[in-house]
């Protein structure tokens, strides 16, 4: 809704915690925690809110593979493991004492590249690690390679290529700049090729299917308002779409045939909910492609395939996550996934680059969060790792929550949970 922006997943677990309700609400409430005969342990705060074990797992293009950030000497850096083996035999491959927030494969699996900053000032390097490299460091993890040293000029990640293992899109800054120019970056020779002066102070590139920089994203921070613009082939660009401040607007993608690209908004002055939209840069013309068939929530995720180029599924969070599938395939994949986790909740995540192995996460209020492959020709399922694993001694005194819903004094109806401890 308007005015916020919402978490795409948000997992509450209530435990010894009760929210306290009038003597007619609890008489109407169904005891969805039945009394226990065995007593109920207190966990502890910190559990709950100390920093997740395993935080942004991705497959490699390959799908052999999986990085992700853990802590190394209580510091946020990457790791991996080979996609088969246990978590027990996974391994940091950087040993940065400043937090790491960014990871990029590239498309032949070989590297993993980030951005860092190594200084105390804004100038950032870019650095690749080959997470199979035998030979290691006397920081006790493989060589990791500076292929950008510079103190005056910064270089950040946008994004590596799907099409070329040797190319890395990237965002450069030299010290009297304000924005970051768009250029193209070679790993073997360490080449940078300008492509785009960043005069128009953009925020946010987004490319079509065959790697073609269209949009850029402007933010204006003084009313907090947003353009989006289309880069024109002679350096110029052109507002196609914008938001106020009140109102969202972000670019998720190029349609198949790359003439659209979809926006989520709810731009308009009697539109409250999110949506999905579709505009094309060139005639301006736009259409609606999707809101909620409920009409009570924003739009969450919009997938689309990055081997197929279409639009995968959308999702929607009300009591709980609703699923449209476009590919009934995939719809098929999670009838079979809900006949193997019938008490659980499904969501899609990060996929090997043809799409036939994804991680697959499964939650349920009173359950630790998993996450698991899935091999979509084989239909295999191989565990990785349970979240909040410190929890694990406790999980059978985890509640459910019921969902409740009351009007607030304007008759919008606010949506919460009711978590009734056990025991």
């Keep these: 809704m308007k005015g916020f ?49 395993f935080i942004d797992p991705k ?109 890395v899109w990237v965002g450069v800054k030299n010290k009297d700049l304000q924005s970051d120019d768009l250029c193209k970056f070679r790993i073997r020779t360490g080449s940078l090729t300008a492509v785009r002066k960043n005069t128009d102070h953009i925020s946010q590139f987004s490319f079509d299917w065959n790697e073609v920089p269209r949009i850029g994203t402007r933010y204006d921070a003084k009313d907090s308002s947003m353009e989006l613009l289309r880069l024109n082939k002679d350096g110029s660009s052109t507002k196609i779409f914008d938001c106020s401040g009140l109102e969202y607007c972000e670019v998720i993608g190029f349609s198949g045939d790359n003439q659209w690209v979809f926006i989520k908004t709810n731009k308009g002055e009697q539109q409250d909910l999110i949506r999905l939209i579709r505009l094309n840069p060139e005639s301006l013309k736009w259409n609606d492609v999707e809101q909620d068939p409920l009409n009570k929530v924003d739009l969450d995720r919009v997938h689309l395939g990055d081997s197929t180029h279409e639009l995968l599924f959308t999702t929607y969070v009300d009591d709980k996550s609703r699923v449209y599938w476009k590919d009934s395939s995939y719809q098929q ?91």
Excluded at 85 to 108: C, G, M, Q, R, V
Excluded at 117 to 139: G, W
Aim: overall charge negative; hydrophobic content about 35%.
């Design 59 to 167: 497959l490699s293009p390959d799908g052999q593979m999986i990085s992700f950030f853990r802590l190394y000497k209580g510091v946020k850096n990457i790791w991996v493991k080979k996609t088969d083996d246990p978590f027990s035999k996974s391994y940091p491959i950087t040993a940065s004492e400043e937090p790491l927030n960014n990871a990029h494969w590239t498309s032949d699996s070989k590297l993993i590249l980030f951005s860092h900053n190594t200084m105390d000032n804004d100038v950032y390097n870019v650095f690749a690690v080959d997470p199979l490299d035998s030979s290691i460091s006397s920081l006790g993890v493989p060589y990791v390679r500076n292929l950008t040293p510079s103190d005056s000029q910064s270089i950040k990640i946008i994004r590596t290529s799907a099409q070329d293992s040797d190319l």
């Design 333 to 423: 994949d999670e009838l079979f996934l809900r006949s193997k986790f019938p008490d659980r909740q499904i969501a899609f995540g990060h996929s090997s680059a043809n799409e036939q192995r994804y991680l697959i996460d499964l939650y349920a209020d009173d359950k630790l969060p998993q996450v698991y492959t899935f091999d979509r020709d084989t239909k295999s399922l191989t565990p990785q790792y349970t979240e909040y694993s410190r929890l694990k001694p406790s999980e059978n005194a985890l509640s459910k929550m019921q969902p409740e819903t009351y009007q607030s004094s304007d008759g919008t109806n606010i949506g919460a949970y009711l978590s009734m401890p056990k025991g």
């Design 5 to 53: 922006i919402r978490e795409n997943f948000l997992i509450c677990f209530s435990v010894g915690i009760l929210l306290t309700a009038n003597a007619r609400a609890q008489s109407e409430t169904k005891d969805v925690n039945p009394p226990s005969a065995q007593p109920i342990p207190l966990i502890e705060r910190e559990f709950f809110f100390a920093s997740p074990e």
